[in-house]
């Protein structure tokens, strides 16, 4: 999946989160409704410019264990929480 992001959809912006960003946003991918118990050790936000929906996605020793498509905005907000926490966090 994360593949056909990247080479068939040209137009598609792919973040990936490791580390403690990626734990962070995985605590809060989870937080939202239903809420999950999912875990790895990275996260994916995939978006297209002028497209309302994006794809976040957790993977886990390079395979993707879970994928949802969410209204852009949650996207950004949640990359936005994990870049501000890191700010916060960091010295």
Known sequence: MLFDLMHKVPDAIVLELRGNEAKRAIELFNSMAPQGRDTGDRFYIAFRPD??????????????EISVLVDL???????????????????
């Open 51 to 64: 497209f309302p929906l994006s794809r976040l996605m957790i993977a886990s020793h390079g395979c993707i």
């Open 73 to 91: 905005r949650t996207a950004i907000a949640i990359k936005r929480a994990v870049k501000g926490f890191d700010e916060l966090t960091s010295f």
